[in-house]
């Protein structure tokens, strides 16, 4: 059996180059999906999911991040006195969500030298991460039953998407062993952004992982792979390769709602298809949604 897990760890560093202009003074987690910055619909999934200790991992030029979960006393007691209660619990949702900590990565050295940082924070204990480009509809919980199955299994679990073999490059690909459970594998190998011929699978990971603290010793001795970044995904191969010192990976197959918002096309269908399902929203953009389309004919 694994220990409960408690704390939750959100990778936020990255410079958003593929979002330039907009991201050359504003991180690219702030960017707002509808009416909420990405990084909040993350944060949110922490918490539901009952990981209310949450470190994120930032760089320089993040200040906005710290400043969106703090509290804004000015603009709340503004709308105290314009008695405007729905949008001041609307503000102070944010610097209410969770305990949120930070720590710099300094220099951009991948994604595993990211979660390396979080090890003081962590210590000798399993953790989540969550990259900030996914987000994972709230009505299909990947993050709670994920949490589970690294309880029962004592193992590290990642997430697993079906894609399309042309997409595969994009992202890593896992080699896998079918188990008792028709959304859970057992990972035997993984790959970071091979080419189609070269992939094990079309089994991609998807920015949500449940680790155990053994991923930090090896990420200390893990080599510069692609991009010459310091790769998770290089980690974790070795800890499926060697399941008897550290618990094995398994991967759950997520058949659910994820929207992108790492791409800038993406981007803009997670606003659309997010906006949709809104109750405030969604009655005058559907309409408005068929007309525009219909002029495109």
């Known amino acids: 059996m694994g220990t409960p897990i408690t704390k939750a760890v959100i990778p936020a560093a990255g410079l958003g180059t593929r979002f330039l202009p907009a991201t050359k003074a504003m991180p690219k987690e702030m960017l707002p999906v ?16 009952g990981l209310s200790d949450v470190l994120m991992v930032t760089g320089r030029n993040k200040n906005a991040l710290e400043n969106h979960f703090d509290r804004m ?4 007691a503004m709308l105290e006195r314009k008695g405007d209660q729905t949008r001041l ?20 050295r991948g994604l595993g030298h990211a979660v390396l940082r979080s090890r003081m924070h962590v210590g000798n204990e399993p953790f989540a991460v969550l990259l900030g480009d996914d987000i994972i509809d709230a ?3 990947l993050l709670t039953r994920m949490l589970e199955e690294q309880v029962k299994r004592g193992a590290s679990i990642v997430a697993l998407l079906e894609v399309d073999p042309s997409q595969i490059h994009m992202y890593g690909a896992a080699a896998v062993e079918a ?6 594998v057992r990972i035997t190998g ?17 920015g949500r992982y449940v680790l155990r603290p053994e991923v930090f010793d090896i990420l200390e001795h893990t080599a510069p792979g692609k991009g010459n970044e310091i790769q998770l995904t290089d980690a974790l191969q070795e800890m499926a390769v060697n399941p008897e010192s550290t618990g094995g990976v398994y991967g759950l197959i997520f058949r659910g709602r994820r929207y992108d918002t790492g791409d800038r096309l993406d981007y ?20 408005w949604l068929r007309e525009f389309v219909a002029t495109l004919d």
């Open 34 to 49: 509808v009416d909420k910055p990405a990084i909040q619909y993350v944060v949110e999934e922490a918490v539901a999911a």
């Open 73 to 76: 006393t000015e603009l709340e």
């Open 89 to 108: 619990a609307k503000v102070r949702e944010s610097n209410e969500l969770a305990d949120i900590h930070y720590v710099r990565q300094g220099d951009p």
């Open 139 to 141: 009505r299909d919980p």
């Open 179 to 184: 188990t008792d459970d028709p959304d859970v």
């Open 190 to 206: 993984l790959v970071e952004k091979p080419s189609a011929a070269d992939a094990p699978s079309n089994l991609a990971i998807i």
């Open 268 to 287: 803009i269908k997670a606003i659309v298809q997010l906006a949709v399902d809104r109750e405030d929203l969604g009655a005058d953009l559907k309409p």
